[in-house]
């Protein structure tokens, strides 16, 4: 059990793939496979299938901007909110794409988790 959690959350960190954990989930930075090139696992199981991530993105995002602003206000306790908020918001773009990916990516896991059995192999 904890070797396979263990597996998965490496594969989570190197976005591989949730049934085989060697094959990429993304071809370069933007570009994803429609299949895992290792074990042919379609990714994404239907139309509108990456809804689901939008709401880790969303979670992935305000952790990130609720610490973000802490720290800011910590080492900044003068400045006006509106400013930190703005501060955070710049340095937060850059991160974006990294958190849309890590987002689809635990998604694609999680739902293979969840519904294992479900449509997306051979078709
Ligand atoms: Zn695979």
New binding site residues.
């Given amino acids: 059990m904890a070797i396979s959690l263990n597996r998965r959350l490496w594969a989570i960190w190197q976005m591989?793939?949730?049934?085989?954990?060697?094959?990429a989930i993304y071809r370069s930075d933007r570009t994803m496979y429609q299949r895992?090139?290792?074990?042919?696992?379609l990714f994404e199981r239907e139309p509108g299938y990456f809804l689901g991530s939008l709401y880790i993105s969303y979670a992935f995002a305000s952790l990130i901007l609720g610490l973000g602003m802490l720290a800011l206000h910590f080492i900044l306790p003068d400045w006006d909110l509106g400013i930190l908020v703005l501060i955070v918001g710049v340095l937060f773009l850059p991160l974006a794409p990294t958190v849309t990916r890590y987002a689809r990516v635990l998604w694609i896991h999680f739902d293979r988790w969840a519904w294992p059995d479900q449509t997306g192999t051979g078709q």
């Fill in positions: 591989r793939c949730p049934q085989c954990y060697s094959g895992c090139p290792a074990c042919d696992l």
